[in-house]
């Protein structure tokens, strides 16, 4: 018989009935039934329950083994008594008689407890990561991530795309957030950067001939906390492709997106014709450029309505060219309770209220703005939103771009607080037409926002024709239930387009030469048109496992000051790393 195990915790059936087993693992429960224990055996594949009397040999040492001990057993298969069988077990219908205990592995007093479902602090789970990654729901997690990784790559493979591993250590490349730099030993004072993506070297594949390339990308980027993204690393799906416009992209990716959803979402409704939303009525619509579609509410225009209108407050608003006045209509809302709560809710945002109208019978409004505007204006906001008596709308006013954000939240609290949202749905769309460009109040110039290295709508003639922040790019990201998936864009393939885009963003040729240097000359050697790609794949799994929180299907995460409390990193270099590395640290006093 094999040193440890004959068969694991999960593999014992009724044909077993009467057989010998050997089982290794950990005290998941210890039940002391008076001359009688019960101990619940765990290993990485299911429960067994092991029956231990006052009759065997083992039964003293099993007195003394507690919660987390790793033992191995001996002992003789047989059915539970009847009425104590466990059909949530695939075990359940078995127990084993042990006459032989070892302890392989004696625990500690335990600072979290791996059986049941207790709430613990994040940092206390995050130092003691071994022990949380134990307990049922989380290690659950991190198996369906490794499942899910493994059908995307399957669907990948598929569809024809090869996958490719690219370096680690790179250059410093302007992606929109902070590089990790690694000091060069042998090249004192110059540094190598982690890459926020393999945006570059993935273009390079495509040069190089390559066609269609994939990669589970690892990704780092020196950010600050944020609530939808691993601090440090992540991982993302990775894709590029020769010889395709942006439909192409489309009808590659949504099957293998989709499919995954379908596969691991526990029967919920998958969209299968994706709709393509351009960005600008995405923000309009939903004041959000990763709409959540499970939630029924349109935002509308419904400026005219207020213009010279009795409601003073608007009225003056919208004597500046630039505002509008815009509507967030309330199904089922209108009752004074909700429109109070919703009130309350927008000045904890921090803004003064919320304005609303409510309907009554007879197609009458009630609440202070319809008093101001009168019947006939109300009844025309009721006709344009749709609404009905027992409905209510909620109005934002001001320069849109200062506003949206807000909207797009009220319009979120309106669906959430009127369960107007289908909880059994992922829906999923690609959100297009991004602006090329977008003003930086900050450093008071053009930025790129979003990849800067996607081709222009309009290419070089836009470039040099157009207002840039009129320009749209061949951009576009996909967005489920109120997530950003992924990101991508056709790309900017030709050299002097290329110089063009980043000098509209402040970026002198010679810059652009010195810092892409590989891409640049790369083009100036036939570049293929093509365009890709990159999902997260840690946002992908959080959503099909049903968590909230990312940190709840990574295995060893960082918390929210980017500080892993097992590892203890960040830490302190010694005297002889920093002395080999030409560097001095120059700490803030």
């Not at 207790?118 to 134990?134: I, K, S």
């Not at 601090?231 to 009808?251: I, R, W």
């Not at 990763?290 to 003073?312: T, Y």
């Not at 309770?337 to 919703?342: E, N, V």
């Amino acid at each position: 018989m094999h040193r440890y195990r004959s068969h694991t915790c999960g593999a014992l059936r009724a044909e077993n009935i009467g057989d010998i087993a050997r089982l290794s693992g950990w005290c998941h429960r210890i039940r002391d039934h008076g001359g009688v224990l019960f101990i619940d055996l765990r290993d990485h594949y299911g429960v067994t329950q092991v029956v231990i009397d006052n009759d065997s040999a083992a039964f003293k040492l099993a007195e003394t083994v507690r919660s987390e001990w790793v033992i191995r057993i001996d002992g003789k298969v047989r059915r539970r008594p009847e009425g104590t069988e466990n059909s949530e077990l695939p075990t359940g219908a078995i127990e084993v008689f042990a006459t032989e205990l070892e302890v392989l592995g004696a625990a500690g007093e335990l600072p979290l407890q791996v059986f049941g479902d207790q709430a613990y602090p994040e940092d206390t789970r995050l130092r003691y990561r071994f022990l949380d990654l134990r307990r049922e729901k989380l290690h659950a997690n991190i198996m369906l991530r490794g499942r899910i990784i493994d059908s995307i790559r399957r669907r990948m493979k598929d569809g024809g795309f090869f996958e490719f591993q690219t370096p680690i250590l790179t250059a410093s490349s302007p992606e929109g957030a902070r590089d990790f730099l690694v000091p060069s030993r042998i090249h004192p004072g110059k540094f190598y950067a982690l890459p926020q993506a393999p945006q570059q070297y993935k273009q390079l594949i495509m040069m190089a001939g390559f066609d269609r390339y994939f990669q589970i990308a690892p990704c780092f980027r020196d950010e600050d906390p944020r609530a939808d993204r691993l601090p440090g690393e992540f991982y993302q799906l990775d894709v590029e492709m020769s010889f395709v416009e942006q439909q192409d992209v489309f009808a590659a990716m949504e099957p293998v997106i989709s499919g995954v959803f379908e596969e691991f979402g526990d029967g919920k409704k998958v969209t299968r014709n994706w709709p393509r939303i351009p960005y600008a009525d995405a923000m309009r619509k939903y004041g959000s450029d990763k709409p959540d579609l499970r939630n029924p509410l349109v935002m509308q225009n419904v400026s005219e309505h207020f213009r010279g209108s009795g409601f003073k407050v608007f009225a003056r608003i919208l004597e500046d060219a630039k505002s509008e006045v815009w509507a967030i209509p309330a199904p089922g809302g209108g009752s004074r309770a909700f429109c109070d709560r919703m009130n309350s809710w927008a000045q904890g945002e921090g803004q003064p209220g919320l304005g609303y109208i409510m309907w009554r019978e007879g197609g009458e409004g009630a609440g202070p703005i319809a008093n101001n505007i009168g019947p006939e204006r109300t009844a025309a906001i009721c006709a344009q939103l749709g609404l009905k008596a027992g409905d209510a709308a909620f109005f934002v006013a001001g320069q849109p771009e200062k506003f949206v954000k807000f909207a797009g939240l009220a319009r979120t609290q309106v669906g959430t607080e009127l369960k107007l949202v289908d909880e059994n749905a992922y829906e999923l769309a690609w959100i297009v037409d991004f602006p090329m460009y977008e003003w930086s109040d900050e450093e008071k110039k053009l930025d790129f926002s979003h990849n800067p290295f996607s081709m222009p709508q309009g290419g070089l003639d836009a470039l040099t024709s157009q207002e840039p922040l009129t320009i749209k790019a061949f951009q576009y990201d996909i967005a489920c239930n109120g997530y950003e998936l992924a990101s991508g864009g056709i790309r900017n393939h030709k050299p002097e387009a290329m110089v063009k885009a980043f000098e509209l963003a402040g970026y002198s040729e010679q810059t652009v030469v010195e810092r892409f240097g590989g891409m640049y000359r790369a083009f100036q050697y036939g570049a293929p048109p093509h365009g890709g790609m990159a999902a997260g794949i840690d946002r992908i799994v959080m959503l099909l496992a049903g968590a909230t929180n990312l940190r709840e299907v990574a295995l060893f995460p960082m918390n929210q000051q980017a500080v892993d409390l097992l590892m203890g990193a960040p830490s302190e270099a010694t005297m002889k790393q920093l002395r080999e590395l030409h560097i001095r640290p120059n700490l803030p006093s």
